[in-house]
Nanobody, 125 residues
């Protein structure tokens, strides 16, 4: 089993940056593909970015390409999401999730095995 804890959310002005972190428990972190999802009020949870077990394969949803960067440090059991050029429409709860495969743009929330509790990102104009 994997336990995930996100951090790094907050309030930021449009155009600013935030770096989210997700710390995983257990010794099998490198066995999981990792993903970041987000859920805005009144909307479904959606895929943001995914990274393979080794970090060599990465996917992004179109709306964040060129602005967000996902990465992982398997030695520290941590996955990151660097978010630059933030927009008000990026406002959401951001969740870290783990699966036995690499999550892609087509991965729905139901396809992930483990979830963190989320961290809130609020972008104001």
């Amino acid at each position: 089993q994997v336990q995930l804890v996100e951090s790094g959310g907050g309030l930021v002005q449009a155009g600013g940056s935030l770096r989210l972190s997700c710390a995983a428990s257990g010794r099998t972190f490198s066995s999981y593909g990792m993903g970041w999802f987000r859920q805005a009020p009144g909307k479904e949870r959606e895929f943001v970015a995914g990274i393979s077990r080794s970090g060599g394969i990465i996917y992004y949803t179109d709306s964040v390409k060129g602005r967000f960067t996902i990465s992982r440090d398997n030695a520290k059991n941590t996955v990151f999401l660097q978010m630059n050029s933030l927009k008000p429409e990026d406002t959401a709860n951001y969740y870290c999730a783990a699966a036995r495969y690499t999550p892609t743009q087509g991965t729905g929330a139901g396809g992930m095995d483990y979830w963190g509790k989320g961290t809130l990102v609020t972008v104001f104009s």
